[in-house]
């Protein structure tokens, strides 16, 4: 009779320890984010940064929507490649997430030089957040007038016709390969690792023939007529610069922008992801982010995870064909 009630006792103990086992994810998730408890948001770049500026915002809207604290914390190095590596092995519970960068996040782990020791399996996209679509400009006297007359140049004196990037492997330097891949011009490159302001100094000092950025480079610029730009790399017109035809109205198929969004370590509660997505949903359509953000002369384009992982293999495909570069 005793060892029946032990084995009873004994069979209980062990049922409860396994429901508990199976329910505490759950009453996890039904907690998050738990009062009291911030929320870490590690920022690629170094403070100051445009990633940064945007990323902050982001923060603060969501401290709004989930009533934590949301911490930004600036891991810069390696165009990100640091602060990726950390958050592939950070614990994947829903209070610490990261910046996501396109071309750095995809070009990171898929060129082997770089030696990196994560890939997108080791991330669960939360969210696209801003889209900063790629320029060419010129100087207001320059005798190119139309992108077709720039690509026509660096067709008929191949790498005689000086552009800039903002470093290897950057998205500008993938928009100008693939627009040499489809017009085959070729153009002589001009590497400013240090960002934006870096090459623009040259350029407006007559030193480069052409600029190669993003649409939030040169809005001062363009208002104050220092610059004449070519066409924006997107399906549909700059707001900021409705005046300027695309590539694709001009018969050059290229899309291409600086994208910024954010994940969180592979495996964290698919009900974690999609409350923090559909928050970061809510922060992009309040008219207050959207003025902010508007004011950086950056786009607002909300992906929820699934388009966003779409959208990060179809950017990976075109790296890969790209590469080595």
């Not at 084995?7 to 984010?33: D, E, G, H, K, Y």
């Not at 603060?60 to 092995?89: C, F, R, W």
């Not at 500008?172 to 011009?185: D, I, R, S, V």
């Not at 910024?260 to 974690?272: C, F, L, N, Q």
């Amino acid at each position: 009779m005793f060892r029946t009630r032990s084995n009873r006792f004994v069979t209980a103990v062990v049922l409860a320890a396994i429901m508990a086992m199976c329910l505490s994810p759950v009453a996890a998730q039904a907690t998050w984010p738990a009062k009291g408890k911030s929320i870490q948001l590690w920022i690629g770049y170094a403070a100051g940064s445009g990633t940064d500026a945007g990323a902050r915002l982001m923060a603060a809207g969501l401290e709004n929507e989930l009533g934590v604290s949301i911490v930004p914390m600036n891991k810069p190095g390696a165009s990100s490649q640091i602060m990726y590596s950390e958050l592939a092995k950070a614990k994947g519970d829903g209070y610490v997430f990261g910046t996501i960068n396109f071309p750095s996040a995809v070009v990171s782990y898929i060129d082997p030089d770089r030696k990196a020791t994560y890939t997108k399996k080791n991330f669960d996209l939360l969210a696209l957040h801003i889209v900063d679509p790629g320029i060419i400009a010129v100087l207001p006297n320059s005798p190119y007038k139309t992108l077709g007359d720039l690509v026509a140049a660096a067709k008929a004196n191949p790498k005689k016709v000086t552009i800039t990037t903002l470093g290897i492997q950057s998205d500008e330097h993938f928009a100008l390969l693939q627009l040499q891949e489809m017009t085959g011009a070729q153009f002589a490159f001009v590497h400013f690792s240090q960002g934006a302001a870096a090459a623009i100094a040259p350029f407006l000092g007559g030193k480069v023939d052409a600029y190669t950025g993003n649409v939030a480079d040169v809005i001062a610029q363009y208002k104050a007529g220092q610059v004449r730009i070519l066409g924006v790399m997107d399906d549909v017109r700059s707001r900021f610069y409705p005046d300027v035809p695309t590539f694709e109205e001009q018969g050059f198929k290229l899309y291409n922008s600086a994208n910024r969004g954010y994940a969180v370590p592979a495996g964290t509660p698919k009900e974690i992801v999609a409350k923090l997505s559909a928050a970061m949903k809510k922060v992009m359509e309040t008219p207050e982010h959207i003025k902010k953000v508007e004011d950086m002369g950056l786009t607002i384009r909300y992906l929820n995870p699934e388009q966003y992982s779409q959208f990060w293999d179809e950017y990976a495909e075109n790296v890969k064909r790209l590469l080595p570069l």
